[in-house]
Every structure is written in C-alpha cells, then in structure tokens.
C-alpha cells in the first residue's frame, strides 16, 4: 500500500492563512484590553446563539460581534451541511477560538474527570444563518429545531 501524502499549502495559501491568524489575534487583543463591562455589554448587545442552542463564550461573541455584528446563529461549516443548509459561495466566515488537545479520561481508581496533555486555542470559523440557503426545499432536516430565516430564531428557541 503506497503512503498517502498531505497536501501541501501554496506560498499563497499560506500568506492568507497567516493574515487570517493575525486578524484573529489583534481581535483578541483589543477584546481582551475591554474591561470585564464592556465584554459583558457587547456579549448582551449582540447574543449569538450554536446551531443547537447553547451560547457561545464571551469572548467568542465579542468576536464574532466585531466581525458579523447582525449575527444570530453561527455554526461550522459542516454542521450547516448536517442540518440541511449550504453556506453560500463567496460567503466568508467569523473566526472564534475552538479549545483543542487535553485527552479527558476517566481516572478509573478514582472516578474523576483528568486532563491528559496540554489544552490550547485553534482558529475556527464559523458562519451566521443569513450566510446560508437551505440545500433543498423539499428535503426532510436531519435535525430538529432548525430554522429557514433569521427572524425566526426567537420563535423557534421558545418552541
């Protein structure tokens, strides 16, 4: 069996995946200079809700408010593709920082929740409703509680 090789970014590629990250960490930076207050009005100001309901971090709201700020419901870019809804072409995405590495495993002397390894920060992206189009109209959602347009996701948590 012949090993498979990873492909390799362009000079290019790679230049913009550089600005991305450095676009990503001077948000950081001026949402992590606000004081606790300001962080807590522009989380309030701007609630972004995950495709299944729960609610982002402060901080990524405050990034993903910076960025998109009509933003309602954001996910990935696979996650739209599961619940039956395309991101449009051209359509470009909200950075937020998505916890990566640190195993947990169940101590199985003590029952307790552990930490295996060192847990860091990662890029990702993620894309609000409005940039998105249901894949087909006909179509049965594989998951429930998804909404077709913007101004009924009020609606659609209550129910």
């Known amino acids: 069996m012949r090993p498979t090789r990873r492909h390799q970014p362009t000079p290019a590629q790679k230049a913009a995946?550089?600005?991305r990250r450095a676009r990503a960490r001077?948000?950081?930076?001026?949402?992590?200079?606000?004081?606790?207050?300001?962080?807590?009005?522009l989380a309030?100001?701007?609630?972004?809700?995950k495709l299944g309901g729960g609610m982002f971090t402060a901080h990524n709201q405050c990034m993903i408010a910076v960025q998109f700020?009509?933003?309602?419901?954001?996910?990935?870019?696979?996650?739209?593709?599961?619940?039956?809804?395309?991101?449009?072409k051209g359509e470009h995405g909200q950075a937020i920082f998505v916890?990566?590495?640190?195993?947990?495993?169940?101590?199985?002397?003590?029952?307790e929740e552990q930490t295996a390894g060192a847990t860091f920060?990662?890029?990702?992206?993620?894309?609000?409703?409005?940039?998105?189009?249901?894949?087909?109209?006909?179509r049965e959602s594989p998951r429930a509680g998804i909404v077709d347009a913007p101004?009924?996701?009020?609606?659609?948590?209550?129910?």
């Open 151 to 159: 101004e009924q996701t009020e609606l659609a948590l209550v129910a």
């Open 26 to 41: 001077e948000m950081a930076r001026v949402i992590s200079a606000m004081t606790d207050e300001q962080r807590a009005e």
């Open 44 to 49: 309030a100001r701007t609630p972004v809700l």
């Open 17 to 19: 995946s550089e600005a």
């Open 121 to 138: 920060f990662i890029i990702g992206t993620v894309f609000d409703i409005s940039q998105t189009d249901p894949i087909q109209a006909n």
């Open 99 to 111: 916890p990566a590495g640190g195993d947990k495993r169940i101590d199985p002397e003590t029952g």
């Open 69 to 88: 700020p009509s933003a309602t419901v954001c996910a990935g870019y696979r996650d739209w593709r599961a619940a039956g809804r395309a991101v449009r």
